[in-house]
């Protein structure tokens, strides 16, 4: 006969377990990390061995905890499916979706879809972490993320999203009316060119150019440099040089004519934003809904408002 206490503490040992952490499975989870450790110190008293290694820098399971985890995994996702099969058959789907995005893909994707995401779903309660850095969305408990595609794993289930992607140089019409339109890539050498400081690798942006079959890449000259996507957009509306990025927020400023392109026939094309989530055999039903909704919206050609920055911010940062 099994005991109720028999099963407290199990999806905690497991959430920490998968996380490698108390406080990443305490995020996870939505409770307290204090509440993580003991619920995991209760569980390991009441079965009589440790269950995880701990440092000051490090969890890990340890040869009894990894044998406990094998076994009981199983057991906990098919509780945790039949608990998502009762939410299908609910008359909306419920629950929180995490989602670990860089901030190009929340500006892009994310921030025109929620408003009607939330209207269609009242139920589901988004939560989103914006990184640009790839994280480990298993392990720190995400449903899913959004890279480019050419940064996803493979044993990932990765989905194409948003709108084509592509490099866009751009400067305000004062700014060309004063210095000129520069007609080749090696011009810009004669320009202000707005300079991006990569916040995780601390180096700047070069820029790519792609025509004909010739392909230039420089680090751009320029007395400005700045690592916020959204202060190097007003940087160029405010006239102080020409700034490089992808298509996205700033169509607005161009069919206002308080932007101009430039070069525009050199933009080269950049892989996709990508949703990824794990490969697994069920997908819980929020994200299901969640993934329907970005792909009406990508048929419909709903993801197209947009900020930056450049693809290969996120790429380095990666």
């Not at 929340?106 to 939330?118: E, G, K, R, S, T």
């Not at 044993?155 to 007609?183: E, T």
């Amino acid at each position: 006969m099994l005991r109720q206490d028999q099963f407290e503490g199990l999806a905690v040992f497991v959430a920490v377990a998968q996380a490698s952490g108390f406080s990443a499975a305490a995020v996870r989870l939505g409770i307290s990390p204090s509440a993580v450790s003991q619920a995991v110190r209760n569980l390991e008293e009441r079965l009589g061995f440790p269950l995880f290694n701990r440092t000051t820098r490090s969890v890990s399971l340890t040869e009894a905890g990894q044998r406990y985890f094998d076994r009981i995994l199983p057991c906990i996702e098919e509780l945790s499916a039949a608990t998502e099969e009762l939410d299908e058959n609910a008359d909306q789907p419920s629950g929180l979706l995490r989602l670990n995005v860089p901030r190009a893909a929340y500006m892009i994707i994310l921030q025109p879809a929620l408003p009607a995401f939330h209207e269609r779903y009242p139920k589901i309660s988004v939560e989103i972490v914006i990184e640009n850095a790839l994280v480990d969305i298993v392990g720190k408990g995400f449903d899913a993320g959004i890279r480019f595609g050419d940064l996803l794993e493979k044993d990932m289930i990765a989905l194409r999203i948003g709108p084509p992607i592509s490099a866009h140089m751009i400067a305000s019409p004062a700014y060309l009316n004063k210095r000129g339109m520069p007609d080749h890539p090696r011009d810009l050498q004669n320009h202000d060119c707005i300079q991006f400081r990569h916040v995780t690798t601390g180096q700047i942006e070069r820029w790519a150019f792609a025509k004909d079959g010739e392909t230039v890449e420089m680090v751009p000259n320029g007395h400005l440099i700045i690592n916020d996507s959204e202060a190097l957009v007003q940087s160029a509306l405010d006239g102080l040089g020409i700034a490089y990025m992808i298509n996205g927020y700033i169509e607005r400023f161009l069919e206002r004519g308080e932007l101009v392109r430039v070069l525009a026939d050199w933009s080269p094309r950049f892989d996709d934003l990508h949703l990824y989530y794990p490969d697994r055999r069920r997908v819980p039903a929020k994200l299901r809904v969640f993934i329907d909704f970005l792909r009406s919206m990508r048929i419909q050609g709903g993801s197209s408002a947009l900020l930056h920055p450049a693809a290969q911010r996120d790429r380095a940062s990666a």
